[in-house]
């Protein structure tokens, strides 16, 4: 086996290890069926509440799934999200405007809502115009979304996915429609406009987690599990390491110092 | 003023996207379809001749290097290039429902090459990097001997900055307690790092603008 | 058969391309063990395949586009013309750009050569319309600034405090501003704070996000690569 | 004015139609930049790594320099990209250009045309810079280089192979550059150049972005990146710079130029941030019970 690998990377494969090792355990134990406990999520919440207010109303629910192909995992998570929000608007009978940019993402889109109408009893509420290509342009795209926006008037608003600079343009119609709307991103650079024009804001890693509990998948449920143990690890090598570090410079032992160096080798990128 | 008929048809199309600040109206549309036109064929264009003629048409057929580079040199064949070529094709048929179930195959390979680099170069990255470059420096910053306090206390901040920021990130435990406080602190720290992102953001939106401006009163009416 | 073969594909494709991250450089003259070899074979040409198969994703934009489009117009539906300046402007870019038109004969020269008319094309329409849509955002942001961002929590007071103290930071208003700033006080300075915002808690911020996304990224990896994705590779 | 007037103006204030807030932004605009006003500008904490990174650049070193920009943020981007390229040319260093954007041929063809043929007319493409342009794939073009220039590459812009190229002599993929300049407006960018390219390879790793993605790249700096031009500002600092090191060389000033319009345009935002808020707080502070929370 001497050859095979390359030594200097070892540290990578450990915490890779780990981390497999943590979230497959979570998925393990919720498989089990292990009670799982998640915190509120206050944009969660404010979907589910938007498309019983766009019931009432009797205007649409937007639905935009960022403006990245099926490659990218926000797009991916998204599609899981708009899984539940098509499960709801089947439910209630309200109408679902779905634009897209990528024709990947336009047949992805389709099925995930056939399902979703199939699951929640009402197949025939399907159509598969509500999903549209629109263009595979960022601002071409936006520039017809917020066209849709002022056309359609949606009560609700749910961007979520990955955001680029569009997002302002789409968010701020939605604001001039008076739509709620509830935003979701792991695009840290779009996430203040998206703060700054929406009612709710699932933030990074909240957005992957809703996810999961919008799904009420158990696999990714226990997954999320795995991942805080993930983050916890992440706490712990921070406030550990920085220990580590100071103590070593402060007493001189050497023992601390074996035990820094180890540790700074650990996380070495 | 330019004389310059390219000047002014850029400058016609600038006023008819600015005036969907009026409200959207046919100019502005004609301007965002004519856009959308021009940009999927400027797309296509570019993809072919700069990566699917020289890295797989010619390297598949050498002689059509004649075509582009009748006095360069014809490279050698590389057949292997049949694989993705063939991936390519069976993407297309997306376009036709019946065989759209074989478009799945490339888009596997696509999803599997990102995921599997992604993976990788993440956790390298964002994760390990990250906690590095948080710890690397200790708790106590020294210049020359002395303890400096300055540095400790902001090295201070980062550590904790980080720590709680990380904690608002977890959702199956408790909300409540030392973590919930620790997470609420976290939320602070975000809501700092948003607004230097939303400051940032002002300032790029601004000179993407002034840009602009510069050349339709600069370029195009030569009064700046 | 419709769904394994794609989910196969992910998980052989994902996993073989994480192994290769650890695997030994092969000498200079490309030796090494047969796996070595294998890995190193796997890292110098999947990404090159991606990067070919990347061009077919432009190409079936282009045809999704002209497909809803030759619909629109053939149909006659709502706004039809403008779909029909659509199809005018993809076909005509289409033709001048794969003919090359304009430049050096034939099909010889780059289309982004000056003369070309591709390159004229997207001096006079594309990068216009381009630029001039990214330029509406400052002014949204602006009636965003004064119509939707709002002191809504102790939150979005913090959010705003950090960003009046960095968007002045970062101009010579700033500067002006903090001439009266004694000396001894120099941390006070708006470009100080600025500057200790972004390095600060800007920093813990984003690196608290990063970490987190880091996270996310690998346990979505992880459960498509075993097969329990929700997207086998594009659905449909 | 008593107090129940004044809260009449701010609510009316509250109601104003967005496009009179529009028309205050261009005509603030359009009088500064009518007017022209340069303000001194130096490097920063973040720019200056960069600067003296490149200062002491052997003279030859090969550098790869990734336009990954469109005209959509190249008012921001450009001006860096012009001053980097003029920079580097001025120490002697070997620019190799590639773009990870489909606009970014064009977007080579305007630094040629401003900062090369302008600027340094004694220069010889294939000698002292190589223009590699744009290949599709995004962070897989990264991937490739890092094994093997020639995977991707055969043959520079002008249909010269890469191994005629005298400016290419020694440079096989991307760990022999001596530092890799990603000149970022989005993804792919400078992101992906540290992930994909730098820290898997060791290769430095240093660069400028739009306004938008610099505070989150900040969390790489200093270790996974040298340095970092943030915006127009970085680019104005940069600019400034290097008119202090090379005072005989009157290279153009666009972003310092821009700063001013900048500047004026901020103080008008702020002004309607505080405007929109104390029209929004007013009635609420008169009746608390109102009070809506809302999450951000």
Not at chain 1, 89 to 94: I, K, L, M, Q, Y
Not at chain 3, 48 to 64: E, K, M, Q, R, T
Not at chain 3, 209 to 231: F, N, Q, S, Y
Request: aromatic share 10%; charged share 15%; glycine share 10%.
């Amino acid at each position: 086996m001497t050859g095979w690998w390359d030594p200097a990377v070892w540290n990578l494969g450990v915490i890779i290890a780990a981390m497999a090792a943590a979230i497959l355990w979570g998925i393990h134990r919720a498989r089990r069926g292990s009670l799982l406990r998640v915190r509120r999520i206050a944009g969660v919440e404010a979907m589910a509440d938007a498309v019983g207010r766009a019931t009432e109303l009797g205007r649409p629910v937007l639905y935009v799934a960022g403006v990245t192909d099926l490659d990218d995992v926000q797009t991916i998570a998204s599609l899981g999200i708009l899984g539940a929000v098509g499960r709801q608007t089947a439910r209630h009978g309200c109408r679902l405007v779905m634009p897209t940019d990528r024709s990947l993402v336009l047949a992805a889109a389709r099925e995930v809502l056939r399902e979703s109408y199939t699951a929640a009893g009402r197949p025939d509420g399907y159509t598969p115009d509500m999903v549209t290509y629109i263009s595979d342009d960022q601002f071409g795209f936006a520039a017809r979304v917020d066209g849709i926006i002022a056309r359609d008037r949606p009560a609700a608003c749910f961007l979520q996915g990955a955001f680029y600079a569009e997002s302002l343009l789409v968010a701020e119609a939605g604001a001039q429609a008076g739509a709620v709307q509830v935003a979701g991103t792991a695009m840290s650079h779009q996430l203040p406009f998206l703060v700054a024009a929406c009612d709710h804001v699932l933030i990074g890693e909240e957005f992957f987690a809703a996810e999961a509990y919008l799904s009420g998948d158990r696999d990714k449920l226990g997954s999320l599990r795995g991942q805080d143990v993930v983050k916890d690890l992440a706490l712990g090598l921070v406030l550990i390491g920085a220990a580590l570090v100071t103590l070593a410079a402060a007493t001189g032992a050497g023992w601390l110092a074996v035990a820094r160096d180890g540790m700074l080798r650990l996380l070495q990128p | 003023m330019s004389s310059s008929l390219e000047v002014w048809i850029a400058a016609a199309l600038s006023l008819m996207v600015l005036s969907f600040l009026w409200r959207d109206n046919p100019a502005y549309k004609f301007a965002e379809h004519l856009f959308v036109g021009v940009s999927a064929g400027y797309w296509m264009v570019m993809g072919f001749w700069s990566t699917l003629w020289p890295n797989a048409v010619v390297k598949l057929v050498p002689s059509a290097a004649r075509l582009t580079e009748p006095a360069g040199p014809v490279p050698a064949r590389e057949p292997l290039v049949l694989v993705p070529l063939v991936l390519g094709i069976l993407m297309l048929l997306r376009l036709w429902p019946r065989l759209s179930w074989l478009a799945r195959w490339p888009t596997a390979f696509a999803v599997g090459t990102t995921l599997g680099y992604n993976l990788v170069r993440y956790v390298r990255s964002d994760f390990l990097a990250q906690i590095h470059a948080t710890v690397a420096p200790g708790l106590l910053v020294t210049s020359g001997g002395a303890v400096n306090w300055v540095a400790t206390c902001n090295q201070w901040l980062i550590v904790a900055g980080t720590a709680s920021g990380v904690v608002y990130f977890t959702y199956t435990r408790g909300g409540a307690g030392l973590r919930g406080g620790v997470a609420r602190g976290g939320l602070v720290v975000l809501m700092v790092a948003f607004g230097a992102s939303f400051a940032y953001a002002v300032m790029a939106r601004v000179a993407v603008l002034v840009g602009r401006l510069q050349f339709l009163l600069g370029d195009w009416l030569g009064l700046v | 058969m419709k769904r394994l073969v794609p989910r196969v594909i992910t998980s052989f494709v994902g996993i073989l391309l994480i192994l290769t991250a650890f695997g030994a450089r092969p000498g200079p003259d490309g030796g090494g063990v047969w796996p070595v070899r294998a890995f190193d074979y796997v890292d110098r040409n999947f990404s090159v395949w991606f990067n070919i198969l990347a061009v077919f994703a432009f190409i079936l934009g282009g045809a999704s586009l002209l497909k809803s489009h030759v619909a629109k117009v053939a149909h006659r539906r709502p706004d039809w013309p403008y779909s029909a300046v659509t199809l005018v402007s993809f076909v005509g870019v289409l033709a001048i750009g794969m003919l090359k038109l304009g430049g050096p004969p034939g099909l010889q020269g780059e289309v982004t050569d000056p003369g070309a008319w591709f390159q004229i094309v997207f001096d006079a329409i594309y990068d216009p319309l381009l630029a001039t849509l990214y330029a509406l955002l400052a002014f949204f942001i602006t009636s965003a600034a004064y119509r939707a961002f709002r002191l809504r929590s102790p939150q979005a007071a913090i959010l705003l405090a950090s960003a009046f103290i960095v968007l002045l930071g970062r101009t010579p208003l700033g500067t002006w501003l903090s001439d009266p700033v004694p000396p001894s006080l120099g941390f006070l300075r708006l470009d100080a704070l600025s500057v200790w915002i972004m390095s600060v808690p800007n920093l813990a911020g984003q690196r608290a996000v990063l970490i987190g996304i880091a996270v996310g990224v690998t346990a979505l990896t992880l459960r498509i690569l075993a097969g329990r994705g929700e997207v086998d590779g594009g659905g449909a | 004015m008593n107090g129940a007037a004044r809260g009449d103006v701010l609510q009316r204030l509250g109601r104003l139609d967005r496009r009179w807030l529009y028309l205050a932004l261009f005509a603030c605009l359009a009088a500064t930049l009518w007017r022209q006003p340069l303000f001194r500008d130096g490097l920063s904490t973040f720019s200056r790594p960069v600067f003296e990174r490149i200062e002491a650049l052997p003279p030859g070193a090969p550098v790869l320099v990734s336009l990954d920009y469109s005209p959509a943020s190249a008012p921001e981007v450009e001006p860096m990209a012009l001053a980097l390229t003029r920079h580097l040319l001025l120490r002697g260093a070997r620019p190799v250009f590639v773009t990870l954007y489909p606009e970014g041929n064009n977007m080579l063809q305007r630094l040629r045309d401003q900062a090369i043929d302008a600027d340094f007319p004694e220069s010889r493409e294939g000698r002292d810079w190589v223009a590699l342009g744009y290949k599709a794939g995004r962070q897989m073009v990264i991937n490739a280089l890092r094994q093997d220039l020639a995977t991707m590459y055969s043959a520079d812009l002008r249909g010269a192979p890469i191994d005629s190229l005298p400016a290419l002599a020694g440079v096989r993929r991307l760990d022999d550059f001596a530092i890799i300049l990603a000149l970022s407006s989005g993804t792919p960018g400078l992101k992906e150049w540290i992930l994909y390219g730098g820290d898997p390879t060791g290769t430095p790793v240093a660069g400028g972005c739009t306004g938008i993605g610099a505070p989150e790249f900040l969390a790489y700096f200093p270790g996974q990146l040298v340095g970092l031009l943030g915006g127009l500002k970085g680019a104005s600092e940069y600019e400034a710079a290097l008119a202090d090191r090379y005072p005989e060389r009157a290279f153009p000033r666009r972003a310092q130029l821009a700063m001013g319009p900048q500047t004026v345009a901020h103080a008008l935002i702020l002004l309607f941030l505080v405007l929109g808020n104390l029209s929004y707080l007013r009635p609420r502070r008169r009746s608390p019970g109102r009070r809506e929370g809302r999450t951000a």
